[in-house]
C-alpha cells in the first residue's frame, strides 16, 4: 500500500515588530497588545497617518530573508547537503525597488543559502506567500519533490506607505480593528518569514513537524480592482477547495486566522465568505485577524500568518482580535476578543485576499 504524501512544516522562522523568532510571534499575538508606532525609518511628515508595525533594527531584506531561511533549515535539521537540489519558492513586491528585481534576488538567496533547487518568485501581492505554500504542498503531494523552502519578506518602505496613505487606506486612529464597529482601515507592518515544508523525509530524518498544510484552496472573483466581491464568493471557493483536497467537513475547522485587515467592504466580505462557506458553523467557529497586532505584510502576510497560525494550534491557545470595539451586525462571528481562547481542534484555516480579486485558503493541521 502506497503512504499518502503530505506536506508537513519541519521548520519555521519569522521576524515582525512582535520580534524575532517563532517564540516571539507566538508571545506577541497571544499577549494581543498591538505592535503599531511612529515610523522611524523614512519620513512621514506629509502622510495622513505617520504609524505602522516596524522592527527598531532592520537590515536590508536580502540579509532579512537569508537569516530567515537558514534559520528556517536549522530549525528542520537540514545540513548543508539536505539543502543541495532543494526548491526555493520567494515571495516579494515585484515594483521598482532599492534592491536587486525580485528573480535575480531568488537565485541570489538560493545560492547564499545553499539551495541549488528551481526558484520560483511570487509577487502577486497579499496572496503573494500563501500561493507559493500552495504550490509547495501541490509538488510535495505529487511527489515530484521531498522538500521546499518557502520566504517571504517585506519592509515597510516608502513608496508602499504613501500609496497606502494616499488611497486612505490607512487607519487614521493608529489601530487595526478587524471585524469591529468602528473599524478605520489597515495599518502595513515588517514581515519576514521562511518554512521549510517536507514529505515524509522530514521524519525519516527525525524532524518532528510542526503542522501539516492539509489542504489549500486558490479561487478568484475579478469583481473589482480594488473592493471585494461583498459576498465573498472567491474566497468562499477558495475555503471550499481547501477542504475538498484535506477530505474535512467544514465542522472541522476549529479556528480561522481571517484576512481582516481592519477595512469596511472587505471584513465584511470575509465574513460572507465564511458563512457561505462554513454554513452554520461559520457563527461558532473561532475567528481573529493577527494583522490587529503585527500589521499587513503585504507579500509576506501569507507566510508570517501561517506560522503563527500552526504555532497557536500547537500551543492550544487561538490569538487575540485586538482592537476590538464591538460587534458589527455586517460581520456576524464569532470573534476572540479580550483574551486569548484555550483549544484542542486539530485544524485551522489562515485565509489571505488581494486586490483583482485573488483569495487563498490554508488549512493547517496539527496532531
Known amino acids: 500500500m502506497v503512504e499518502a504524501r503530505v506536506a508537513q512544516l519541519t521548520g519555521v522562522y519569522a521576524a515582525s515588530a512582535l520580534g524575532r523568532g517563532a517564540d516571539a510571534q507566538l508571545a ?3 499577549a494581543g497588545v498591538p505592535a503599531f508606532g511612529p515610523v522611524g525609518r523614512f519620513d512621514t511628515a506629509a502622510r495622513r497617518v505617520t504609524v505602522a508595525a516596524t522592527l527598531p533594527e532592520v537590515g536590508p531584506l536580502p540579509d532579512e530573508l537569508a537569516d530567515a531561511v537558514d534559520s528556517a533549515c536549522r530549525a528542520a535539521g537540514l545540513d548543508r547537503a539536505q539543502r ?41 501581492a497579499c496572496v503573494s506567500a500563501s500561493t507559493a505554500v500552495a504550490d509547495a504542498a501541490a509538488q510535495i503531494t505529487r511527489g515530484d519533490v521531498e522538500r521546499v523552502v518557502v520566504a517571504a519578506g517585506y519592509l515597510v518602505e516608502p513608496d508602499q506607505f504613501a500609496l497606502f496613505d ?49 489542504g489549500w484552496g486558490r ?5 473589482h480592482p480594488c473592493q471585494p466581491e461583498p459576498g465573498g464568493v472567491g474566497l468562499a471557493r477558495a475555503v471550499d477547495g481547501a477542504l475538498r483536497r484535506a477530505g474535512l467537513p467544514p ?10 485587515t481592519g477595512t469596511a467592504q472587505s471584513d465584511a466580505a470575509e465574513a460572507a465568505a465564511l458563512r457561505r462557506a462554513l454554513g452554520g458553523h461559520a457563527a461558532r467557529v473561532p475567528v481573529s485577524s493577527t494583522k490587529s497586532v503585527h500589521g499587513h505584510a503585504l507579500e509576506a502576510s501569507g507566510l508570517l500568518e501561517l506560522v503563527v497560525t500552526a504555532l497557536a494550534l500547537r500551543h492550544g491557545e487561538l490569538p487575540v482580535n485586538a482592537g476590538w470595539r464591538g460587534p458589527d451586525d455586517s460581520c456576524p462571528l464569532n ?31 496539527v496532531g
Open 28 to 30: 506577541g499575538v497571544l
Open 84 to 124: 543541495a537540489g532543494c526548491a526555493l519558492l520567494l515571495a516579494v513586491h515585484g515594483g521598482p525597488a532599492a534592491g536587486p528585481a525580485p528573480a535575480v534576488l531568488a537565485g541570489q538567496l538560493a545560492a547564499r543559502c545553499g539551495l541549488s533547487g528551481h526558484t520560483r518568485v511570487y509577487t502577486s
Open 166 to 214: 494616499a488611497g486612505r487606506a490607512l487607519a487614521a486612529d493608529g489601530a487595526v480593528r478587524p471585524f469591529s464597529a468602528g473599524r478605520r482601515g489597515l495599518l502595513l507592518g515588517d514581515g519576514v518569514a521562511a518554512v521549510v515544508l517536507e514529505s515524509s523525509a522530514g521524519h525519516r530524518r527525525g524532524a518532528e513537524p510542526l503542522a501539516t498544510v492539509a
Open 219 to 223: 479561487a478568484g472573483d475579478a469583481f
Open 251 to 260: 465542522q472541522a475547522v476549529g479556528y480561522v486566522n481571517a484576512n481582516a
Open 335 to 365: 470573534v476572540v476578543t479580550g483574551h486569548p481562547q484555550k483549544t484542542e481542534t486539530t485544524h485551522a484555516l489562515t485565509l489571505n485576499a488581494a486586490f483583482g480579486g485573488a483569495n487563498t485558503a490554508l488549512l493547517v493541521g
